[in-house]
């Protein structure tokens, strides 16, 4: 239960950090358990085939796994739009660093957002370019 793991858990959430502690200080061999969950999410992901390689994009997945009491790893699903959004002290620490990493692991160029907004400014100002954008409206 997310009440035994104290400022790491919850309402119904534990760290990933403070569920494998405790499943080792239980004996449970932590290091094959992460096996099995890497290989669970491995074959899901073969099994979606060929995805389209877009340059400029990146998805976050979210895999909802269970257990049963022989240590097997089973898929419940995966969420191609898992939320961020923050409810606790733990969802911010969590997810807060997920974002992070992904950030990291994705390393967006690097550009001037003044230039980038002078330049949507300068655009959205000029009547030439905003004539193709208009909508009738009523």
Known sequence: PAILAGKDGSGNKVSFTWLMGRLRSEGV???????????CCRK???AAGDVPHQPNAFEIFGFDLIFDKHRRCWLIEINSSPSLGCESELDFKVKGSLIKDTVLLVDPPRYD???VYDACKERLSNPKTMKGMQTNRR
Not at 29 to 38: D, H, P, Q, S, Y
């Open 29 to 39: 061999n932590t290091e094959e358990l992460w096996g099995r969950i890497v290989d």
């Open 44 to 46: 899901a992901l073969l």
């Open 113 to 115: 957002r003044r230039a």
